[in-house]
């Protein structure tokens, strides 16, 4: 509800809806960020309001989650997990991170990514070698002896779970592995929070909405602020919820003209090549299937009120 209302500008309703949640003490932050996105074992964790919850038990396929050979990486793939690397960072996501905030590495691999348990193995002995002391995410090492090198330098290390219990991760099965998708965090709610006592203003000082905004951050091992503006929290909610399918809804909601702003300043070219795309009024929602009209011609009528 917090979230609804958020969404419709009732920033009182927003605001006393997430310090209900606030003031319930039954959710907290997560320790390790990165944790939260890399195995089963942290499923339902405190900081979880609502998740959907994969099953990798007898027959996964249409329970299991998929999203770890959409995001994996090439050098990752193994004989019992898929790693296609459907999906990349764009280089804007990739130079939104402030230094030293520790989210970038929970939330993607780059050159130096490393994670000792994993140990992948495959036919090239080079390959072998190079990752015997575990995984090691590498842009300079050839292709094929263990280098990773796609066109933005990087993959999206959430809900990577792993090469497969053969191989030093969790259980993994071709595409589906067992870690739950969260949809609501507690960071959510804070910053919810700190968003709704903003409200309309330009700014704010308010020591309630700074405490909250700030929790994040000191997870994130950031320096804390002492004022508040809307793209402060629209930039710590792009961060925060990297990869998670929120920032788009977050954009949105600003309206056309500051969407148009933030979308045609990214950068989603590739790691040599920049590129940039020109945001219309008609890419702000998604069209009313096809099918759909045809079925009902009236659905492509102006919307009428209700009320």
Known sequence: MAKLYLYRKDYDSAKMKALEVINSGKYNLFNDYGAMFNSSANNNNIESLFSIQHQLTGNPWGSGNQKNPDRGPGNLQT????????????????NAYESGDIRRKGSMMEHGWTNPQWKPKNANATYNAFMAGGYKYDTLQPVGD????????????????????????????????????????YADILLIYAEAVLG???????????????????????????????????????????????????????GFAKAKQIIEAQNRGTFDSPMYVTFTQNSMHLPIPAGEVLQDPALAQPPVAYY
């Open 146 to 185: 263990g280098g990773q090198k796609n066109q933005v330098r990087a993959n999206i290390a959430k809900y990577v779970v792993g090469p497969g219990s053969a191989f030093g991760g969790e259980a993994v099965l071709g595409m589906n592995t067992g870690i739950n998708t969260m949809m609501l965090r």
């Open 79 to 94: 004989s019992e997990a898929s790693m296609w690397e459907l999906y990349t960072p764009s280089r804007d996501m990739i």
């Open 200 to 254: 309309t203003n330009a700014s704010t000082t308010d020591a309630s909405a700074l405490a909250a905004f700030n929790k994040v951050r000191a997870r994130a091992g950031l320096l804390q602020k002492t004022s508040l503006t809307p793209d402060d929290i629209l930039k710590e909610r792009r961060v925060e919820f990297a990869f998670e399918g929120d920032y788009w809804f977050d954009i949105q909601r600003q």
